[in-house]
C-alpha cells in the first residue's frame, strides 16, 4: 500500500524518514505486546504492522513512537495511544471495502490503519494546519483517503450513508447527525464523556429508528471541540 522509504512529519515541516529492518523489528516487538495486552483483532493487529508509526513523529521520538504511548502532534493534538488504535478499529470489525467516516484526521495514523484493512476512508478534521499537513503527507506514503476540513459534529452527510463511523475525540454527547449518517447494520465507536475520561461506546443502527448501545472502557481522548471551518 506504501511504496515509500519513509517521511516526517511534525507539525509543519517535513525531512525524509526511513522504515529500516530496525524499525520493522521495533514495531513487531510493539505489536506482540499489544497482542499480550488484550484480545485485538489479528486483523488489526496486521494492519498496524503495516503502518510506520515513526514517521509520523520527530526521528528523536522513535522509542516512544514504538511504545505504547500517545504524542503531541502539534495544535495541541495528540497522535492516540497504539492500544487505543487497535481497541476502537477491534470494535469496528471492519470488513474489505467497508465505507468508513473518521471523525479526527489528526496526524493520520489511524486513517491509515483504516486503509491497510481494505476501507474506504472518508476522514474529518477541524484544525486547517492538522488538515493541510496531513492530507500533503498521507499521499505521499500511498495513502489515499478522503480527506476533509470541517466539524465532526456534522459528519458528511452528502457521502452518508457509512457502514462505520469512528470518532476518535471525546464527544461531549453522541452527535444526532453521526447516528443519522449510519446504514442500517451500522456501527458507531465514540468515546463519549466530557472532562479527562470518556466512555467508548459502540452503538448499532439496528433499524431505521431503531440503535443498540453497548458500553464499553474508560478513554482519555483529547475533547471533541465544535467547528472552525
Ligand atoms: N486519529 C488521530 C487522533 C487525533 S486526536 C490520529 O491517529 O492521529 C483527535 C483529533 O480530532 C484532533 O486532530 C482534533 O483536532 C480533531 N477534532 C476535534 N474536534 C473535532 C471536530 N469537531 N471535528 C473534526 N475533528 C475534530
Known amino acids: ?13 517535513k525531512s525524509v524518514q526511513e522504515d529500516t529492518l530496525k524499525h520493522q523489528g521495533m514495531r513487531r516487538k510493539m505489536i506482540e505486546e499489544l497482542g499480550r495486552k488484550d484480545r485485538f483483532d489479528p486483523l488489526v493487529l496486521e494492519a498496524m504492522m503495516k503502518v510506520p508509526r515513526h514517521v509520523f513523529l520527530d526521528p528523536i521520538f522513535v522509542q516512544q513512537a514504538y511504545s505504547d504511548t500517545a504524542f503531541q502532534i502539534g495544535a495541541q493534538q495528540t497522535i492516540s495511544h497504539p492500544s487505543t488504535v487497535a481497541y476502537q478499529t477491534t470494535q469496528l470489525n471492519i470488513k474489505r471495502g467497508d465505507k468508513i467516516l473518521e471523525i479526527g484526521t489528526g496526524s493520520g495514523y489511524q486513517t491509515c490503519v483504516l486503509l491497510e484493512l ?50 476518535t475525540c471525546g464527544a461531549p454527547f453522541v452527535p444526532e447527525d453521526l447516528l443519522q449518517q449510519l446504514k442500517v447494520g451500522g456501527v458507531l465507536v ?19 429508528q431503531t440503535f443498540e448501545t453497548e458500553e464499553l472502557k ?12
Open 118 to 167: 481494505g476501507a474506504k476512508v472518508f476522514t474529518i478534521e477541524r484544525q486547517r494546519e492538522l488538515y493541510d499537513v496531513t492530507s500533503a503527507f498521507l499521499p505521499m506514503m500511498g495513502y489515499k483517503p478522503k480527506f476533509y476540513y470541517g466539524d465532526g459534529y456534522k459528519g458528511l452527510p452528502t457521502f452518508a450513508p457509512f457502514d462505520k463511523i469512528l470518532v
Open 190 to 208: 465514540i468515546p463519549v464523556g466530557e472532562g479527562k475520561v470518556q466512555l467508548m461506546k459502540r452503538i448499532t443502527r439496528t433499524g431505521e
Open 1 to 13: 500500500m506504501h511504496p515509500f522509504k519513509g517521511f516526517l512529519c511534525t507539525s509543519m515541516s
Open 218 to 229: 474508560q478513554f482519555s481522548f483529547v475533547p471533541m471541540l465544535s467547528s472552525k471551518a
